[in-house]
C-alpha cells in the first residue's frame, strides 16, 4: 500500500511540474511565432493534452504541425538503460509512437532522439534507435 500512494503522489506531483511547463510553454509559443519547445516524454504529454479543453488542443496540433513543438524519441517514459529489458522498451516506446499518430498524425512522429542517461547509452537502445 505504501509504495502505490508514494507512486501516486510522485506521479501527482511530476504531472504539477509538466502541467505547470507545458502551460508556460504554450503561452510563450503563442507569443512569439519564433519560439520552439521539444517534448521528450509522451506519458506527461499524453496527460496534460487530454486534460486540455478542445480549442487548446487544436491550438497545440496546430504547434506541432508547424514545427514549433517537436517531439522528440518518442516513449511514453525516458526509460532507464542499465536495466531495462528490450521488450519493455519497445512496449513503452509502441505505445509512445501509437499515441503520437493517433493524435497528431505520422508528420509528429520524431525524427530526432533525446535519451539522457548519465551513466551512457547501452548497446540494445542505440540499436532500437537506429530502427
Not at 49 to 71: A, D, H, M, Q
Not at 73 to 102: C, F, K, P
Not at 107 to 112: H, Q, S, W
Request: proline residues 1%; charged residues 25%; contains cysteine.
Amino acid at each position: 500500500m505504501w509504495r502505490d500512494e508514494a507512486s501516486a503522489t510522485k506521479s501527482r506531483h511530476a504531472l504539477g511540474e509538466a502541467t505547470s511547463i507545458l502551460n508556460s510553454v504554450s503561452g510563450e509559443l503563442l507569443k512569439n511565432k519564433k519560439r520552439m519547445f521539444s517534448v521528450t516524454e509522451m506519458a506527461f504529454l499524453k496527460r496534460w493534452y487530454e486534460s486540455s479543453n478542445e480549442v487548446f488542443k487544436i491550438i497545440f496540433k496546430k504547434f506541432v504541425s508547424e514545427g514549433r513543438v517537436e517531439l522528440v524519441s518518442g516513449g511514453m517514459v525516458m526509460n532507464d538503460e542499465a536495466s531495462t529489458h528490450y521488450s519493455d522498451i519497445v512496449d513503452q516506446m509502441t505505445l509512445g509512437m501509437r499515441w503520437i499518430n493517433a493524435t497528431f498524425g505520422a508528420c509528429a512522429l520524431p525524427r530526432a532522439v533525446w535519451q539522457l542517461d548519465t551513466y551512457g547509452h547501452s548497446r540494445e537502445q542505440a540499436a532500437l534507435f537506429a530502427q
